[in-house]
């Protein structure tokens, strides 16, 4: 007789988990969405290699960083809120995966916030690269005319992160438009520890950040690298300059990087976009120091709120390698 009783005893409780459970998923949301975009692109066979696509002396097809992402949100009253995000890059020339060993790539959080801002664990891109790449009109979308990772992380990509695994990160709430953002990724034993903090400022169109990498790198080394960065943009209206500044230390070796550009709307439909940037030394010519530099211009025609069309070219030239030229034309779609 008791035993029935435990057992009914256990099923109430169940049912009032279930049931509270229930109550709070009529609360949440699950969104699928991302990006396609693939171009076609002809280099010259240049020497100056680039960080995104190059399809020298031949015309390729490239993926330009495509991505579906999969993220929810539950609301669990008093303004706080339990949410994820996975993103995975996606290959739309040829159905496979970015990185055929990672399935969410790109980004794979675990979220939680309210009124005192937002935590998440998880893999992400540092809050310093996150601050950097919009300073490029391309976003880091790997096409041949960005600024990129190289330059404008001013070589520290070589030898660090992008993204980080097993981060715990903390992006505070916006107070007299100034926001912080802080994270720390353990390598756990096998790769370097990482450590990165942002200070933005954004108040109507200004905006002006600061921020701060550091790092034992890929290989766990016994050297620590660090990277630091100064942000900076207006938005006229008419025109939205943009401007990075970035020191690196890699492996004992300074370098500085800085990257000038804007975009600026034609008519309804159109974005044109420019950029000149400059590396003290792409550290790719072995014995000698050999300084980068890269224009790129590109025009954007919005089809639809979700679809557009793109054309961009650019040079990269670093000194004693023959400079690289590219074109480039293609689609993107967002869903």
């Known amino acids: 007789m008791k035993q029935s009783k435990l057992k009914l005893k256990h099923i109430a409780i169940f049912a009032v988990l279930v049931s509270a459970a229930g ?69 739309v020339d040829n ?17 939680f916030g309210g009124h005192f801002g937002e935590l998440y664990m998880g893999r992400s891109l540092t809050p310093a690269n996150f601050q950097i790449l919009f300073t490029d009109p391309w976003g880091w979308n790997a096409s041949s005319a960005q600024v990129g990772w190289q330059i404008q992380t001013a070589n520290y990509k070589s030898s660090s992160y992008l993204r980080t695994n097993n981060t715990l990160g903390y992006v505070s709430p916006e107070i007299n438009g100034f926001t912080v953002s802080m994270a720390h990724s353990t390598g756990e034993n096998v790769v370097g520890n990482d450590d990165g903090m942002t200070i933005d400022y954004k108040k109507g169109p200004l905006w002006l950040g600061v921020g701060y990498d550091q790092s034992r790198g890929m290989t766990n080394g016994p050297t620590k690298d660090h990277m630091a960065d100064f942000v900076a943009a207006y938005d006229f209206g008419a025109i939205k ?31 044109l976009k420019a950029a000149y940037a400059r590396l003290n030394d792409c550290a790719c010519v072995s014995g000698q120091s050999a300084a980068l530099s890269k224009i790129s211009l590109g025009y954007q025609h919005d089809l639809s709120k979700r679809t557009a069309l793109f054309a961009n070219i650019s040079r990269a030239k670093a000194q004693t390698l023959s400079a690289t030229n590219t074109l480039e034309v293609g689609m993107q779609h967002g869903f």
């Open 23 to 91: 109550a709070a998923s009529a609360q949440s949301s699950v969104t699928i969405s991302g990006l396609l975009n693939v171009g076609i692109a002809r280099g010259n066979n240049g020497q100056t290699q680039l960080d995104g696509t190059s399809a020298n002396g031949k015309f390729a097809m490239n993926d330009l960083l495509s991505n579906i992402a999969i993220s929810g949100k539950e609301d669990l009253g008093g303004g706080m809120y339990a949410g994820f995000q996975l993103v995975s890059f996606i290959q």
């Open 95 to 111: 159905g496979a995966l970015f990185d055929s060993s990672t399935l969410f790539s790109s980004r794979s959080v675990l979220k």
């Open 241 to 271: 300059p943009m401007l990075s500044y970035t020191s690196s230390k890699v492996a004992n070796v300074s370098y500085r990087a800085y990257s000038l550009a804007a975009t600026a709307p034609v008519g309804v439909q159109g974005t």
